[in-house]
């Protein structure tokens, strides 16, 4: 079946770390790409979004993420986190012909340590 | 601009019951989105409005319906409750504009309305 797929479910890292959050999806055609996140406690909130042009997308509070076609795949990286950044972070995909209907990832939770 | 507002924000009913929440999108967006969010299942597409018209629809039963009104507010409608029918239900808007083939509107969020079937 056509999905998205975050692989890790859980992640832990220490302040500064580097991130990178996976995330794949397997529609063909063209696709819209989001990053959303969830704070604790909070309403799920756009991170950035990847819809044409280049392929390296920048968001908010220093996110990045990178839509690599050929391989299905819109990473979400930062390179060096903080403790606020704890939350848990949603892949989703518009598939072509969808419109509206957003697919989402599992979501990957993300604790960072102080 | 004030964002999307989901009301109650949390609910308790009971198996057979029925149960109506309602979402305000922000200003100007004429699209609202209905999702289910739950620990087993995550984050699932219930339907979209735009215009009062159903554009959308997800793969959940007839219990599960919604409308719109004319000023872009919505109502998502559960009958007869289950227990698996507890979860964050959230609701989405967007400009809804009419792209065609796929959108590039943005969906904003509201807190979600926690519902509680016992």
């Known amino acids: 079946a056509q999905s998205v797929s975050q692989h890790n479910h859980h992640v832990i890292l220490s302040e500064a770390a580097s991130l990178e959050l996976g995330c794949n999806y397997s529609?063909?055609?063209?696709?819209?790409l989001f990053w959303y996140v969830q704070y604790p406690g909070q309403h799920l909130q756009l991170l950035l979004k990847?819809?044409?042009?280049d392929p390296l997308v920048k968001g908010i509070k220093g996110f990045e993420a990178e839509f690599i076609k050929s391989k299905f795949s819109f990473n979400l990286r930062k390179p060096s986190v903080q403790w606020s950044d704890t939350a848990e972070y949603f892949c989703?995909?518009?598939?072509?012909?969808?419109?509206?209907?957003?697919?989402w990832g599992a979501g990957t939770k993300l604790i960072i340590k102080p | 601009k004030a964002g999307v507002t989901q009301t109650p924000r949390y609910l308790i009913k009971t198996r057979g019951q029925q149960v109506t929440l309602s979402c305000s999108p922000i200003?100007?967006?004429?699209?609202v989105s209905w999702y289910q969010q739950t620990p087993g299942q995550g984050l699932q597409f219930l339907f979209e409005?735009?215009?009062?018209?159903?554009?959308n629809k997800g793969n959940f039963p007839g219990r599960f319906s919604g409308r719109q009104f004319s000023n872009s507010r919505s109502e998502m409608n559960v009958s007869t409750l289950e227990l698996g029918d507890s979860a964050l239900y959230l609701c989405?808007?967007?400009?809804?504009?009419?792209?065609?083939?796929?959108?590039?509107?943005?969906?904003?969020f509201g807190p979600g309305t926690r519902l509680t079937v016992l």
């Open positions: 989405a808007s967007s400009l809804g504009r009419d792209q065609g083939y796929y959108s590039t509107d943005t969906q904003y």
């Open positions: 200003s100007g967006h004429r699209s």
């Open positions: 409005y735009f215009s009062e018209t159903q554009r």
């Open positions: 529609y063909g055609g063209t696709v819209n």
């Open positions: 990847y819809f044409s042009g």
């Open positions: 989703a995909v518009i598939p072509p012909g969808s419109n509206y209907q957003l697919i």
